[in-house]
């Protein structure tokens, strides 16, 4: 596998690569000079796979997940997911990529406060086309799944750190995507709830789903089958 330093005790097995980067670049304007928050990236990602995406502040970490999850787009380079060159689409298509294709976990939960859990949940599916009563049933099955099948009522401000974190895995698995993205999942919790979270996330990808973590845990890192390192906007040990 490219990029990769092997940390966790897990075996992937090799069904092809979902993502396939390619001398990615990302350059920003800021006033009159260029900051270059990725400086050439080539990285696969194998389908099924667990990697943990690890490096200090300003590594380039979040702008390469960022640049993977289709919210940016690179300077240059080439991003294939599922074998489809998405580096240059046009916004519509792209949102249509991060709904179907790809769900997301923030540190910050990013649930909507003045919803349910259960409305919070059914909200990807209500952009997808969802009918109502199909969504409802789809998202209480998640939220059942993560353990708040008596939550389904609840505002996110009625729930502890771990619980909001369950919710929103949750909501990023509603449209049952390829790719889950998780940026520090469990940074803001402690350290209990945190690997319950974490667990929660390995069944998640025992399950099938691609799983990329970003974090600065090594101890996260190790739950993975593979860790890459990026300083700079550079891979560190890059095959």
């Given at each position: ?31 009159d000079e260029e900051v ?129 974190q369950r919710a929103a ?71």
């Amino acid at each position: 596998m490219s990029g990769g330093i092997a940390v966790g005790t897990g075996v992937v097995k090799d069904d092809g690569i979902l993502v396939r980067v390619r001398g990615l670049e990302r350059i920003y304007k800021v006033g009159d000079e260029e900051v270059h928050a990725l400086r050439g990236i080539d990285l696969d990602i194998h389908r099924g796979e667990m990697i943990a995406i690890m490096g200090p502040s300003g590594s380039g970490k979040s702008t390469l997940m960022h640049i993977v999850g289709c919210l940016d787009s690179p300077t240059a380079g080439i991003l294939e997911i599922d074998g489809e060159d998405v580096s240059r689409l046009g916004e519509v298509r792209l949102a249509s990529i991060r709904n179907r294709r790809i769900g997301f976990v923030f540190q910050s939960f990013n649930l909507l406060p003045r919803l349910t859990i259960l409305e919070n949940v059914a909200l990807p599916l209500m952009y997808a086309g969802v009918p109502l009563k199909a969504r409802r049933a789809r998202a209480k099955e998640l939220l059942e799944s993560v353990g708040l099948g008596d939550r389904l009522s609840h505002n996110p401000n009625q729930l502890s750190g771990g619980q909001r974190q369950r919710a929103a895995i949750a909501r990023a698995l509603a449209n049952d995507p390829a790719i889950l993205l998780a940026d520090e999942p469990t940074g803001a919790l402690d350290s209990l709830t945190g690997q319950a979270i974490l667990d929660s996330v390995k069944v998640i990808n025992a399950r099938g789903t691609t799983v990329i973590l970003v974090t600065h845990d090594p101890d996260v890192a190790a739950s993975c089958h593979r860790a890459v390192r990026l300083k700079d906007g550079l891979l560190e040990g890059a095959a």
